[in-house]
């Protein structure tokens, strides 16, 4: 690498595996962009060679520095030097076995960089202190400090005073038991006069914040924009109340904290999670606020007190885990929603809640009333919820409902939707077993469903979608992981919005609704792991517009449609692990096809007959097509590729020793060639029939990660040309 002496940019993000530098680097005097220096184990010493490359500006993550045995060996870097860095990392090993803290230490005072220095991060670090020059004032120009699970180190540096600093990030200091004065410096007046962002995280043993302040021209953080404080468990006391320019307030997983929320004139976005209590002392204007999520906060008396002062229109509103509130014997949540005016809205973890409505049905039973004003609605994990309230429907403003993890809910009737819901997403209800039923009755014309896309995941106890039709406004069915579903309905109205249907995982379910043919919009249709599904049935598929058809681990399976010869529109065609289906039908696929992915069982009529025809096929798959082949495509018989191919995968073929020159010669626009589980291959196409290879992946062909080794293997001149080659077992 010496030799490129005019290399200027040279970028290793990403390098992960990469286990340290080559030699000479610093022969490299003209390096202006390097991203990384990685120093390897006992190869520290090679941090000398950053010494000469004084023309490095921009960012630099020097790593591995676990592995300097010598102090000396960082001096000699010249980090002080190089005043066009503006961004250091320094970064230690993530095992804190076997360190040398004392090392460690002289290490860190080697690496002062110019004061000119922008940015700074400090990672994995085990000394209990930090270099003197880490915070000292005369880094004027520093903007960003990062500490990441420096867990030794006892204190904070004092960073208080310097003028530019806009953004600190502290994580998993463990060590550190109080932050205070030694981190505003001896005058604590007018610090962190610039600071926007501050973040704590992983603090376990942080226990106090000592503010330091002796009187009201003392106060700090006149321009903080956010305040992050999480997973500080041991944290006692109080945070600062005056904060001026305060947007955005995050508070969690603080176990023992009280937050007093005060004088924040500006707050948009307001998050505790996980606290103790919450008060309120006094008058506060809060109409700025957008944002509002509350959960897991066992006193709750502030939220009543304080936000039912004024009417205050917010963007989302998230409660969970707060018993106070969603106790019937308070009042609080009413009002609160007095007050409040969300647009999105999320419930959970609400043991006491069994119905949600507009209004109180049963006084014996806890409801909530939901804002008229929601859009949005999450319901998530309250164990006890076993109805919607036909209340529900004057919601008239709510578009999105989503349940989850509400286990004695049985079923949802189409008369409690909202009258102009359009997504219903139902997830994890174990219980559920119908939803959309008309309970016997005719629904009335006046409460016409608009539905456009219903989601069902993981619901375990679901038997059917519907009696009779699905809604006719429904344009996107999804289904997923509900082994008991045997109907999604009898059929599919004619003037139907349906466009496409998505099924996964349902055991049970033997038939698709008739009618699936006279859609008109209908485009996509993917069906995966149904093993007892046996047809399609009679009708067949829209010939119009379907673009996408996919059966994959559907065993049950006995026949593709009658007319997937004439589906005009598709494009895209995919057959996997269906063994039942024994071949296309006579009449053949469709010839526009653009991704063609099948199983053994019907490969063979596809490539006898219909192969050579698909001239616009850019994409194609093929699995254990022809389990005896020793050669593909096979020579012999006279089969052909499409010409138009970028993509080809190929797996499963036991017995393939060699794939055909003259089966790829054609193949001048192929970019990736994908092939697994052949173990017996041993030969690529020769005479350049590879030259278009963009990308070549081998897997679990295992004489081919021989044969195809850098300059050594007898296939290597076959491929040395395609920039990405992955060959492993």
Not at 22 to 39: G, R
């Amino acid at each position: 690498m010496e030799k490129l002496v005019n290399l200027c940019y040279l970028d290793i993000t990403g390098a992960y595996k990469l286990k340290g530098m080559e030699s000479n680097f610093s022969m490299l005097t003209n390096l202006q962009k390097l991203s990384s220096f990685v120093l390897g184990k006992e190869k520290g010493h090679k941090i000398r060679e950053l010494m000469n490359l004084s023309n490095l500006r921009g960012e630099l993550c020097i790593s591995g520095l676990q592995n300097i045995a010598e102090p000396r060996d960082a001096w000699m870097a010249r980090l002080s030097d190089k005043s066009r860095l503006e961004n250091l990392e320094l970064q230690w090993s993530k095992d804190f076995e076997n360190r040398r803290e004392e090392v460690e230490k002289k290490v860190m005072d080697g690496f002062q960089p110019s004061k000119k220095l922008m940015e700074l991060s400090i990672k994995f670090y085990c000394g209990e202190m930090l270099a003197n020059w880490v915070g000292d004032s005369s880094f004027n120009c520093l903007q960003s400090l990062c500490l990441d699970d420096c867990r030794n180190l006892l204190s904070l540096p004092s960073i208080g005073k310097l003028p530019l600093l806009k953004k600190v990030r502290i994580k998993g200091l463990r060590s550190v038991r109080t932050v205070g004065v030694e981190l505003f410096g001896e005058n604590t007046t007018n610090t962190f006069s610039s600071l926007e962002i501050l973040e704590f995280v992983d603090m376990l043993n942080w226990e106090r914040w000592n503010l330091c302040e002796v009187d009201e021209e003392a106060r700090k953080f006149p321009k903080l924009r956010e305040l992050f404080i999480k997973y500080c468990p041991s944290l006692l006391g109080s945070m600062p109340d005056y904060l001026p320019s305060l947007k955005k307030l995050a508070i969690r997983s603080c176990g023992k904290l009280i937050i007093s929320i005060q004088n924040f004139p500006l707050l948009s976005e307001l998050e505790i999670h996980g606290c103790h209590e919450v008060i309120y002392k006094g008058f506060v204007d809060y109409s700025s606020i957008k944002r509002i999520s509350f959960v897991g906060i066992s006193k709750f008396s502030w939220a009543a007190k304080c936000l039912r002062l004024r009417s205050i229109k917010v963007e989302s509103f998230e409660i969970g885990d707060c018993e106070e509130l969603c106790s019937s014997r308070e009042n609080n949540w009413g009002l609160l929603t007095q007050s409040i005016s969300p647009q999105y809205l999320i419930i959970s973890s609400c043991p006491p809640l069994v119905s949600i409505g507009t209004e109180e049905e049963r006084e014996e039973l806890m409801q909530l009333k939901i804002p008229s004003s929601t859009v949005n609605m999450i319901i998530k994990n309250c164990e006890r919820l076993e109805k919607l309230s036909t209340t529900l429907y004057s919601l008239t403003l709510l578009m999105k409902l989503e349940l989850n993890g509400c286990p004695k809910l049985t079923s949802v009737a189409r008369s409690n939707l909202p009258s102009n819901l359009e997504v219903l997403i139902i997830q994890s209800c174990q219980n559920l077993q119908c939803l959309l039923l008309d309970e016997g009755e005719d629904v009335d014309s006046n409460n016409a469903c608009v539905l456009q896309k219903l989601n069902i995941f993981s619901c375990e106890s679901l038997k059917r979608i519907n009696r009779s039709v699905l809604p006719s406004t429904l344009k996107t069915l999804e289904i997923y992981l509900c082994p008991k579903l045997e109907s999604i309905s009898q059929e599919i109205q004619d003037n139907s919005s349906l466009e496409s249907i998505e099924i996964f995982s349902c055991d049970m379910l033997k038939c698709l609704p008739q009618g699936l043919n006279k859609l008109k919009h209908f485009t996509s249709l993917h069906i995966s792991n149904c093993s007892n599904l046996i047809s399609m049935g009679e009708s067949g598929l829209p010939t119009t517009n379907l673009q996408l058809l996919r059966f994959i681990s559907c065993r049950g399976l006995q026949a593709l449609p009658g007319n997937l010869h004439s589906l005009n529109a598709l494009k895209e065609l995919e057959i996997w692990d269906c063994p039942n289906v024994e071949s296309i039908l006579e009449e053949g696929i469709p010839t526009i096809l653009i991704s063609l992915s099948i199983g053994p069982n019907i490969w063979k009529a596809i490539l006898e007959r219909d192969l050579h025809t698909l001239t616009c096929l850019k994409s194609l798959s093929i699995s254990s097509g022809c389990p005896d082949a020793v050669s593909f495509p096979q020579d012999e018989k006279g089969f052909t590729l499409p010409s138009s191919l970028t993509s080809l995968f190929i797996s499963d073929f036991p017995k393939l020793e060699n794939l055909s020159s003259n089966g790829f010669r054609n193949l001048t626009s192929l970019q990736c060639l994908t092939i697994e589980n052949c173990p017996n291959l041993k030969t690529l196409p020769g005479n350049n029939m590879l030259s278009s290879l963009l990308e070549l992946n081998m897997r679990w062909c295992p004489m081919m990660e021989e044969r195809c080794k850098r300059d050594k293997g007898p296939e290597w001149s076959k491929i040395s040309h395609i920039p990405c080659v992955a060959v492993w077992e």
